[in-house]
T-cell receptor, first 112, second 116 residues
Framework: KAGVTQTPRYLIKTRGQQVTLSCSPI?????VSWYQQTPGQGLQFLFE???????NKGNFPGRFSGRQFSNSRSEMNVSTLELGDSALYLC???????????FGPGTRLLVL | AQSVTQLDSHVSVSEGTPVLLRCNYS??????LFWYVQHPNKGLQLLLK??????LVKGINGFEAEFKKSETSFHLTKPSAHMSDAAEYFC??????????????FGQGTTLQVKP
């Protein structure tokens, strides 16, 4: 099976812009989780989607949002970008959300 | 509340010597515990997983970890380090409660340096 894929791999944006990141899970996996990785805060959970519904959410401001499509692909959106949003954004998929999560390569976002 | 503490931010070993990366966890339930590895500019790769079937868990690339409930520890070991083992290692906990679906709690990571 193909692994988790994320696009784009790299992004450069300026403050105030918005950005959309995409994640395609492993075939058959219905749960997609998103994480933010920064040197200062480490890896932090953003949210999880299952069957097009957000089931769980971390402690991030409302500027961070996501959605999931009927084919389980997921997108996350960050509006009004801030310098502190510069990070590696990782998505992970699992069959139902309680099992082992498999990670994509990440999207590295740089906000200038 | 769940939490994970990796006791060393940086570990340096010589090639061919044993590796020990230490992890303590805190959880209200019977947790699932994982070790993931991240090589530079790469995503996270699963090394091994504990889910109560056996306290000694064997993973890929010769790594193993032992779950000790009395010590709330889940230390990662390897008998002989290889240069390719140099990477960032994360100890991770997942509580199975229905309110925690899809959520992993990560330790701060341990950077493993392997010297020739």
């Amino acid at each position: 099976k193909a692994g988790v894929t994320q696009t784009p791999r790299y992004l450069i944006k300026t403050r105030g812009q918005q950005v959309t990141l995409s994640c395609s899970p492993i075939s058959g996996h219905r749960s997609v989780s998103w994480y933010q990785q920064t040197p200062g805060q480490g890896l932090q959970f953003l949210f999880e989607y299952f069957s097009e519904t957000q089931r769980n959410k971390g402690n991030f401001p409302g500027r961070f949002s996501g959605r999931q499509f009927s084919n389980s692909r997921s997108e996350m959106n960050v509006s009004t970008l801030e310098l502190g949003d510069s990070a590696l954004y990782l998505c992970a998929s699992s069959p139902g959300g309680q099992e082992t999560q498999y990670f994509g390569p990440g999207t590295r976002l740089l906000v200038l | 509340a769940q939490s994970v503490t990796q006791l060393d931010s940086h570990v340096s070993v010589s090639e061919g010597t044993p590796v020990l990366l230490r992890c303590n966890y805190s959880s209200s339930y019977s947790p699932s515990l994982f070790w993931y590895v991240q090589h530079p500019n790469k995503g996270l790769q699963l090394l091994l997983k504990y889910t109560s079937a056996a306290t000694l868990v064997k993973g890929i690339n010769g790594f193993e970890a032992e779950f000790k409930k009395s010590e709330t520890s889940f230390h990662l070991t390897k008998p002989s380090a290889h240069m390719s083992d140099a990477a960032e290692y994360f100890c991770v906990v997942s509580d199975p409660g229905s309110s925690n679906t899809g959520k992993l709690i990560f330790g701060q990571g341990t950077t493993l340096q392997v010297k020739p």
